[in-house]
């Protein structure tokens, strides 16, 4: 195939995310395979309209089922709320098509392995969206984790802080429901926590956390795009079924030790996205905010000049950054999902499953359902009970 002819269910935050991401790829990356953007999909059609004349989209369809069985798609993107991801992934498979799937694969890790088996019956290619493993500075962690240059691990702490949902008239919008998002901050923040950590760490063996719901109800909402909503204080109200915070310890299977915050109540943190990993030879350290830094400490440099150190990750020499500006010109969130667009891209071509997969996606949630599981059971759980 000349291009990859893309359908794509869901139309909001993520749409957008994805959208602009397939748009940039023929510019920027000539090279690899060119997404064709054929058709998308969502349930209100005048919104639908305009986001597919907004975003550059061929065609659209409200239906999603139509979308999968047509022939002129190759692949299915997934960025619908979390409790259809199943459903429509599943139906893709058996239609044969290629599948990009946002995160949490899924609303529990029974329905998570029931997608990936079902993909690998197909024989498609299936990748799961953890857009944050794709921050060059975040592949630089990567590269001297896996060159030895900070040593033996001993500690990974990450946090995934927000502050969206303090004001407890912010209406109730489904990503505080639980049959609709599967879980709140623990699976909306907390995995790619969790991803981060398994991606430059290694599996983990055993979790212990605790929760809270700090706000029980809110008032119903009117309307929802993405993180905002509307809605009357004095409407209605509903409960909300999923938690506001989430924090866990973890023993990973290598030996080290972990704790992972996850919550949506930290007044003046916007997207804080952090984590910090400290071996025998080193330590690096990486926030979001400040997604083209990271810093890095080794322990042998001159005890003089010993302290944590600043790169800026825009250099040719760092992952994808050749492909962007000169050195200096930073990137941000939206060039993430691009990168992981090239992996998809390329994966296909190359006919060879992507990473992360749907396999990352079974590991994310058996790790989310241990914490759950801890959580209800006051002890420690290991990753193993949930087999």
Not at 40 to 55: M, T, V, W
Not at 100 to 112: G, I, Q, Y
Not at 288 to 311: K, P
């Amino acid at each position: 195939m000349s291009n990859i002819r893309i359908g794509m269910i869901g139309y909001k935050f993520m749409g957008k995310a994805h959208s602009n991401a397939y748009r940039a790829l023929p510019m920027f990356f000539p090279n690899v395979k060119r997404p064709q953007m054929s058709v998308i999909c969502g349930r209100d059609a005048a919104g639908l309209e305009q986001a597919r004349a907004q975003f550059g989209w061929e065609s659209a369809e409200t239906d999603w089922r139509k979308l999968v069985e047509r022939e002129d798609i190759d692949v299915v993107d997934i960025n619908a709320p979390s409790d259809a991801h199943k459903e429509i992934a599943i139906a893709a498979a058996k239609a044969g098509k290629h599948i990009f799937c946002e995160k949490p694969l899924a609303l529990n890790l029974a329905d998570s392995v029931e997608m990936l088996n079902e993909a690998e019956k197909a024989g498609v290619k299936h990748m799961v969206g953890f857009n944050y493993r794709f921050a060059p500075a975040v592949q630089l962690a990567k590269k001297l984790i896996e060159e030895g240059r900070i040593g033996q691990i001993y500690h990974f702490r990450g946090f995934f802080l927000q502050d969206w949902i303090v004001d407890p008239s912010f209406p109730l919008v489904w990503r505080l429901q639980k049959e609709i998002a599967g879980s709140g901050s623990h699976g909306d923040l907390g995995a790619h926590v969790i991803d981060m950590a398994r991606f430059l760490v290694g599996e983990f063996n055993e979790v212990i956390g605790m929760s809270e719901t700090f706000v029980k109800e809110r008032p119903l909402p009117t309307a929802m795009t993405g993180l905002s909503a509307k809605g009357d204080k004095d409407a209605p109200k509903g409960s909300v079924t999923v938690d506001d915070a989430t924090l866990f310890l973890a023993r990973f299977a290598n030996g080290a030790l972990g704790s992972i915050e996850a919550t949506r109540f930290a007044p003046g943190h916007r997207c804080t996205n952090s984590f910090e990993i400290n071996g025998s030879k080193g330590s690096i350290k990486f926030d979001f905010e400040r997604v083209n830094e990271l810093e890095v400490y080794f322990s042998d440099d001159a005890a003089d000049v010993q302290g944590f150190r600043r790169v800026l990750a825009t250099d040719a020499a760092h992952a994808y950054s050749e492909n962007w500006w000169p050195a200096g010109h930073t990137i941000g969130y939206e060039h993430t999902f691009t990168h992981e667009m090239v992996e998809f891209m390329n994966a296909i071509a190359e006919d060879r499953q992507p990473i992360p997969n749907f396999v990352d996606g079974v590991e994310c949630q058996a790790v989310l359902e241990a914490v759950d599981k801890s959580i209800e059971e006051r002890r420690w759980v290991s990753i193993s009970e949930l087999r």
